[in-house]
């Protein structure tokens, strides 16, 4: 089955640029979506297919998929934007939705 | 606005049946642009896919929950529901329902836009 891999954690200050990465083989011919969720609560979609973003998200927020990796980047990080992140495709070959492992964003 | 509502029972015995039902709210169920999922998340750890069902009843599976799993449609009460059979201890977790935005691409092959609205979550606790 299809594998997503993401770091356990990426920590960065404030005001800086957060990248969370998502490895999978050849995940640049899939569409990824990006989800945040802080403690307590549901996930929340932030991307989709790459880089879109749904309305409500910051401009703050960005993605990019090319090759084996997957990207999530975070500008201008806020103490607020401190949550796990899990990226999420749609494997046709398998008609099976999988989930990164999760990645914990700490804000410095 | 649209929402998703769990609901069934917070504690189930080992080797029993797990139901949860997920209510929907300010839209329709029967649209041809969404599936309707169930996601779980035991305690500390990461999303798990349980599956997704259309309105018209057309269903996907995790392949490691396959065996156990149904999920079903209730059109007339805008609602969709889980049946996980012969659970243990690993199935604890809290449960969520979501909807699943859907397109065909270019070559006529399912694709999906992510889940985009999310209910709450219900925590299930299998113990005896």
């Known amino acids: 089955s299809y594998v997503l891999t993401q770091p356990p954690s990426v920590s960065v200050a404030p005001g800086q640029t957060a990248r969370i990465t998502c490895g999978g083989n050849n995940i640049g011919s899939k569409s990824v979506h990006w989800y945040q969720q802080k403690p307590g609560q549901a996930p929340v979609l932030v991307v989709y297919?790459?880089?879109d973003r749904p309305s409500g998200i910051p401009e703050r927020f960005s993605g990019s998929n090319s090759g084996n990796t997957a990207t999530l980047t975070i500008s201008r990080v806020e103490a607020g934007d401190e949550a796990d992140y899990y990226c999420?495709?749609?494997?046709?070959?398998?008609?099976?939705?999988?989930f990164g492992g999760g990645t914990k964003l700490t804000v410095l | 606005q649209l929402q998703l509502q769990e609901s069934g029972p917070g504690l189930v015995k080992p080797s029993e049946t797990l139901s949860l039902t997920c209510t929907v709210s300010g839209g329709s169920i029967s649209s041809s642009s969404y599936y309707w999922g169930w996601i779980r998340q035991p305690p500390g750890k990461g999303l798990e896919w349980i599956g997704s069902?259309?309105?018209?009843?057309?269903?996907y599976y995790n392949p490691s929950l396959k065996s156990r799993v149904t999920i079903s449609v209730d059109t007339s009460k805008n609602q969709f529901s889980l049946k996980l059979s012969s659970v243990t201890a690993a199935d604890t977790a809290v449960y969520y329902c979501a909807r699943l935005v859907n397109y065909y691409d270019s070559s006529g092959y399912l694709e999906y836009y992510g889940m985009d609205v999310w209910g709450q979550g219900t925590t299930v606790t299998v113990s005896s």
């Open positions: 999420q495709v749609w494997d046709s070959s398998s008609d099976h939705q999988v």
């Open positions: 297919d790459d880089s």
């Open positions: 069902i259309y309105y018209s009843g057309s269903t």
